[in-house]
């Protein structure tokens, strides 16, 4: 029957979608992660450069310079990421 092929085709598309939903919902968790992450550390970066954020620890030589450095090299680590990410996005979703 004609009707048999028509849902079996149906079906198979079914399967599809509902693959590549899956699939772009685990891309989406896994691009907010990333999100997430580069704002905390943009959030903390102007507590990094105030000196009055380092109390007792102040006195250390070089301890403000040092945590802002860090947080730079994890912050341009995460744009690489994040840069990463998009272009396999992009290329997955363009082939696809």
């Known amino acids: ?6 849902l079996e085709k149906l079906r198979q598309l079914y399967g599809k979608v509902e693959a590549d ?5 685990t891309l989406q968790e896994e691009a907010l992660s990333l999100l ?3 704002a905390n550390v943009l959030a903390r970066l102007p507590a990094l450069e ?6 007792t620890l102040a006195p250390l030589p070089g301890l403000p310079r040092l945590l802002l450095a860090k947080q730079l090299v994890a912050l ?3 744009i690489a990421q994040l840069q990463e990410f998009l272009d396999g996005m992009q290329a997955s979703w363009g082939a696809g």
Do not use: P, Q
């Open 1 to 6: 029957m004609a009707s048999g092929k028509v």
């Open 21 to 25: 939903v899956k699939r772009w919902t």
């Open 36 to 38: 997430r992450t580069t």
């Open 50 to 55: 105030d000196a009055g954020s380092y109390g």
């Open 76 to 78: 341009d680590e995460l």
